[in-house]
């Protein structure tokens, strides 16, 4: 099965910085990668996806990159604000048959200090 | 549009209890999928169903663990003889298609048993 890892675990950033999540898979095959935003207690919010078939997505502050043959892929969320402080977490679909199961990292808590 | 709606919200059990927890997909979602969370882990896929289906429960514990999604009603997850290892959040998502498609997801049900 997938299986995905990612980094920083903890990421603390002052206001208006730029914050770096990155993530690695194993299924070469995975062809759908959204990234979620949870706040404490909260639902998991889905803040961006990205499919195989393109190598970057940007939606305002929030960017996307892929690199299939590296198989990884990295959230950026650039001009940091307080409320951006959360957990998030990445996740990759498996390939074949079972490309709707969800395989999720363990997660990067996010601090944006003002 | 209302979202995935779950409840109960909280649920709290003794050992040896049952645990029935709820799920609505949004409206025009007939994909269901079930994550657990344990406290600072990433969720972890439980098992998928689609109208009086079981697509697949590979995620799901062999005992004590079930799950439907009847024609009329919200899907159910049902514990039973629930243990002190049962605590977490658990999440239902929905979608509207099965192949890598965004799952949206509900608030979760957090369960404690005592």
């Known amino acids: 099965g997938e299986n995905v890892e990612q980094h920083p675990s903890t990421l603390s950033v002052q206001e208006g910085d730029s914050a770096v999540i990155k993530c690695t898979y194993s299924d070469s095959a995975s062809n759908y990668f959204p990234w979620y935003k949870q706040e404490l207690g909260k639902r998991p919010q889905l803040i961006i996806d990205i499919r195989s078939n393109v190598g970057e997505k940007k939606d305002q502050r929030i960017a996307v990159t892929l690199n299939k043959t590296a198989k990884h892929f990295s959230l950026h969320i650039t001009e940091t604000q307080p409320e951006d402080s959360a957990v998030y977490f990445c996740a990759a679909t498996e390939s074949g048959g079972s490309n709707y199961k969800l395989t999720f990292g363990k997660g990067t808590l996010l601090t944006v200090n003002p | 549009n209302a979202g995935v709606m779950q409840n109960p919200r909280h649920l709290v059990r003794r050992r040896g209890q049952e645990a029935r927890l709820r799920c609505s997909p949004m409206k025009g979602h007939s994909h269901v999928y079930w994550y657990r969370q344990l406290p600072e882990e990433g969720l972890k896929f439980m098992v998928y169903?689609?109208?009086?289906?079981?697509?697949?429960e590979s995620g799901m514990p062999k005992e004590r663990f079930s799950a439907e999604f009847p024609k009329e009603g919200p899907s159910i997850l049902r514990i039973q003889q629930v243990v002190r290892g049962d605590s977490a959040a658990y999440f239902c998502?929905?979608?509207?298609?099965?192949?890598?498609?965004?799952?949206?997801f509900g608030p979760g049900t957090r369960l404690t048993v005592l």
């Open positions: 998502a929905s979608s509207p298609l099965r192949e890598a498609d965004t799952q949206y």
């Open positions: 169903l689609q109208k009086e289906n079981i697509i697949d």
